[in-house]
């Protein structure tokens, strides 16, 4: 069974431009979760999906940040203009609805430069 | 406020019992303890979880303290493939929102 996917793995762009992270959850799972790392520190949620609603979005920095999950199977996570405070790791994670056991892709290393 | 405390670093001889301590001390009774882990350059990995009685799948043990206080995963023959920051997570049942807090870096050495 194939895990979640993630592209790009790495992203390197100067600051301002747009960047657009994409996630394919794993099959049959219709909760869906995008994960902000720094370095040095645990995942932090930035929005969860449950099939194609936005059910939690509370920590997704709105003025520059966005994403969507249309038909409720893969995301797409868009930041613009990037700052340089946006570089991290980008992580998305999917699991059978509501449930802790989530499974995370490899994550998608921003570097603005 | 971080609801555990997990020391940052620990070192485990390859082949020995790796022992990772974690307290969070105000656990409510209808809390779980969560462990996962993340290896280098990929995304954490679920571990076990546990309410009130010890836990134990292939991949690890689970020790909770009766006054569940406290807990820890133990892996009971380190390999070099276990090196990773191991994470330990109290949260309700379903509760989407993990906080992940900075982890534990364990590091298993030949």
């Known amino acids: 069974e194939a895990g979640v996917v993630q592209s790009p793995r790495y992203k390197i762009i100067e600051k301002k431009q747009p960047v657009a992270f994409w996630c394919n959850p794993i099959?049959?799972?219709?909760?869906l979760y995008w994960y902000l790392q720094n370095l040095g520190q645990g995942p932090e949620l930035l929005i969860r999906y449950e099939n194609e609603e936005a059910v939690d979005d509370s920590q997704l920095p709105k003025d520059r940040f966005s994403a969507e999950r249309l038909k409720g199977v893969d995301s797409t996570l868009k930041i613009q203009p990037a700052e340089l405070g946006d570089s991290a790791v980008y992580l998305c994670?999917?699991?059978?609805?509501?449930?802790?056991?989530?499974?995370f892709g490899p994550g998608t290393r921003l570097t603005v430069l | 406020d971080a609801k555990t405390t997990q020391p940052t670093s620990m070192d485990c001889a390859e082949g020995r019992a790796a022992n990772l301590p974690c307290n969070h001390s105000t656990i409510s009774g209808n809390e779980y303890v969560y462990w996962y882990r993340q290896i280098h350059s990929q995304g954490p990995q679920y571990i076990i979880h546990?309410?009130?009685n010890n836990e134990t799948n292939e991949m690890a043990s689970l020790i909770i303290t009766e006054d569940r206080k406290s807990s820890t995963l133990i892996l009971p023959h380190a390999t070099l493939r276990d090196t990773a920051v191991y994470y330990c997570i109290v949260c309700l049942a379903l509760e989407v929102d993990m906080r992940f807090g900075a982890g534990t870096r364990l590091t298993v050495k030949p």
């Open positions: 099959s049959g799972h219709n909760t």
């Open positions: 546990g309410l009130k």
């Open positions: 994670a999917s699991s059978l609805v509501r449930a802790n056991e989530q499974f």
